[in-house]
């Protein structure tokens, strides 16, 4: 039986109102089938009573005279002519002496006449030790002994005030049959109407309210994992003690989302404490040298008899080396770093600069840049998005692949620099749009997952915003950039 009891509520509790259903009605039923049972009996007995009387107040006239045969007419008389009117017929009428011996009987054969009542059987046996208790017996008496297929009415025969004998009446009890099987079809007809109306209202309310606890069960199981989604709030729209758990629900599940979110604040705190930590001591030990290259770079540009190929390299660098002093002071998330402004040349050199890895993989480059002289934005640090972004893109598309540029102001937005880079490779799930500008979160195989998380701050440090999404079978990152000390609407596209 345990197996019942661990059935889901969506079963057990139809099951078990449908199972209190079928008992009540059946108790109810057979309850008003022994109430029938003895309405019909009690009614027998009083057409009985009615037909003894009449019998009794004939025959006795008869007994006084010993008129034998004119007793056997008036008793056969019911058993000729009942039938026709009534469907409870008399079995046998007999008509004893005071000595209890038959007088006459309406089956001769079976009850022949001076035999002893108590010699005819066990029925008689006991309706004559009746008859002879003492005196204050209730008339008519009614015998219904166990085990006994018939039913017994007695009355005393009497004249003025002397008892005569006594007149008896057999019912059999298969008189009954007829009637009590067609009240047991008819209770049977209205028990299965009332089932067939009950049970599917009893399946959908059970299944009402058992729906909403079987998800609230699978959604607490998922807690060991995971923070569930509320329940629905039409899934159980009502304010008796189950919507009141349900509710209670919803607010342990925003109490544990808002927990969540404040551990990963602080976990995402403590990471980007530690690599500030790091990052400030690594840009010590980059600053050291780097200020050496450049008095190095400063020195050779001030000779006089160099080539001007070696001249445009010597720019080449001299900006290269601007550009990581400039991102190193960038992520040491400082005052607002200045620095010249982004013009035509830093685009040359980062197109110049990504040519060898998108030659490697044979990416075809795609490149728009609405670019005016000049550009009121820091120069150093926009360089170093787009290599970030780029070189990301191009890594991350597939070999022969698309990559595309668009830079320019954002449309409706003359104080805003709007950055496009677009990629054909995979598409970036779920979990990896929510992480994708942590430390060491890599998208790919052998990534350190540093170059968007710089990127990251570099766009933060400059009060700007970017995001990343799934656009039409490509991955596409957009930078909103504020130009010069003006503001621009940096809500990610």
């Known amino acids: 039986m345990r197996w019942l009891f661990n059935l889901s509520f969506r079963h057990k509790i139809p099951l078990w109102t449908s199972f209190l259903i079928g008992v009540s009605i059946f108790v109810v039923g057979a309850a008003l089938m022994t ?91 006991l309706l004559s030790a009746q008859l002879n208790a ?3 017996t209730r008339w008519p008496l009614v015998l219904e002994p166990d085990d006994s297929s018939y039913l017994y009415l007695a009355l005393p025969i009497t004249d003025k005030d002397a008892q005569l004998g006594h007149l008896v009446l057999r019912y059999a009890k298969s008189v009954f049959h007829p009637w009590f099987v067609d009240t047991i079809w008819q209770g049977l007809g209205i028990g299965l109407l009332v089932l067939a109306v009950l049970i599917p209202i009893n ?72 690599i500030g930590q790091l990052t400030a001591g690594i840009a010590h030990e980059i600053n050291n040298p780097l200020a050496g290259l450049i008095t190095v770079v400063d020195t050779l540009k001030l000779r006089g008899d ?5 001249v445009r390299n010597l720019e080449l660098i001299d900006r290269g080396l601007m550009q990581i002093r400039d991102t190193v002071a960038a992520l040491l998330v400082q005052t607002r770093v200045q620095a010249r402004h ?13 040519q060898p890895q998108v030659g490697k993989r044979r990416i075809r480059l795609g490149w728009s840049a609405a670019m005016p002289a000049e550009l009121p934005a820091p120069a150093s640090l926009v360089r170093q998005i787009l290599i970030n972004l780029l070189l990301n893109a191009v890594q991350a598309a597939a070999e022969g692949g698309h990559v595309s540029l668009w830079l320019g102001r954002k449309e409706g937005s003359e104080s805003c620099l709007s950055i496009v880079v677009r990629n054909d490779g995979a598409h970036l799930s779920e979990d990896q749009l929510v992480h994708l500008f942590e430390p060491f979160a890599s998208t790919r195989a052998g990534g350190h997952g540093l170059g968007l998380w710089v990127t990251y701050q570099i766009v933060t440090q400059l009060e700007g915003r970017i995001a990343a999404r799934n656009d039409d079978g490509e991955v596409e990152f957009t930078v909103n950039l504020p130009l010069g000390e003006t503001s621009c609407n940096t809500a990610s596209a």
């Open 35 to 125: 109430r029938a049972y003895d309405d019909m009996k009690h009614a027998v007995v009083i057409s009985a009573d009615n037909l003894a009387h009449t019998l009794a107040n004939t025959v006795a006239p008869t007994l006084l005279h010993d008129d034998v045969w004119r007793a056997f007419e008036i008793v056969r008389s019911p058993i000729r002519t009942e039938s026709a009117r009534t469907p409870v017929q008399v079995d046998a009428v007999v008509v004893l002496a005071r000595d209890n011996r038959v007088f006459v009987s309406s089956h001769p054969e079976a009850l022949p006449m001076l035999s002893e009542a108590a010699t005819l059987g066990a029925d008689w046996l």
């Open 134 to 136: 003492p005196a204050g």
């Open 203 to 274: 399946w959908y309310w059970g299944s009402r309210m058992a729906t909403p606890l079987v998800d609230l069960a699978q959604r607490m199981g998922l807690m060991l994992r995971t923070v569930p989604d509320p329940l629905p709030p039409d899934l159980y729209p009502y304010d008796d003690e189950l919507g009141q758990l349900f509710q209670a629900y919803d607010r342990m599940v925003l109490a544990l989302r808002d927990k969540a979110a404040l551990e990963n604040e602080m976990v995402k705190s403590e990471r980007l404490a530690a």
């Open 306 to 310: 160099l080539d001007p190929r070696v």
């Open 342 to 354: 982004l013009n035509q040349h830093d685009l040359d050199d980062i197109h110049t600069l990504i």
